[in-house]
């Protein structure tokens, strides 16, 4: 088995499909963004607050160091910029899970926890810097990918027989 890396945009629900691919496989999971915040003890809204988006990139650039050369059999869930890592390839299988950005906005205001999530994600206090951004990213997301997973409409447990079965081909 090899590692399976999901990228996306941000709340485009890369965590809710590694907690069902897991459930589904042998798969273990790990979050780049929950493994900075354990290392900097800290949010990562604060790590930008305090520190710049250019530290944060560092420290996501020593991580993924440490995933090509440690990691093995694992989901990895990413932040929605880890896709610049430059060993990313290396890493493992590449997933994108798209979908268009108003439906991304749409999935994280119905969100019973909304506001801690739009909270969360530094990026999204401004829509149309955060619309300019993934317009930005998604064609770099769609050349990376080795496999494109639409996440529109579906549930993560749809997401992850898809990506289980395109993954094992």
Known sequence: MKNIILIGFMGVGKGSV?????KHSNYIAIDTD????????RKIKNIFEQDGEKYFRNIEHNIS?????SVKNTLISTGGGFYKVENL???????????PFDEIIKRIKAHPNATKKLKKRPLLNDMKKAKKLYDERR???LKLADIVVDVTNKSAKECTKEILKKVKK
């Not at 929950?34 to 003890?41: K, R, Y």
């Not at 390839?89 to 979908?99: A, M, N, Q, W």
């Open 34 to 41: 929950d493994l900075i915040e354990s290392m900097e003890n």
């Open 89 to 99: 390839k290396k890493i493992g299988t590449i997933v994108l899970l798209d979908s």
């Open 65 to 69: 160091l440490w995933l090509e050369k």
């Open 139 to 141: 064609p770099e997301y």
């Open 18 to 22: 590694a907690r069902e691919v897991i």
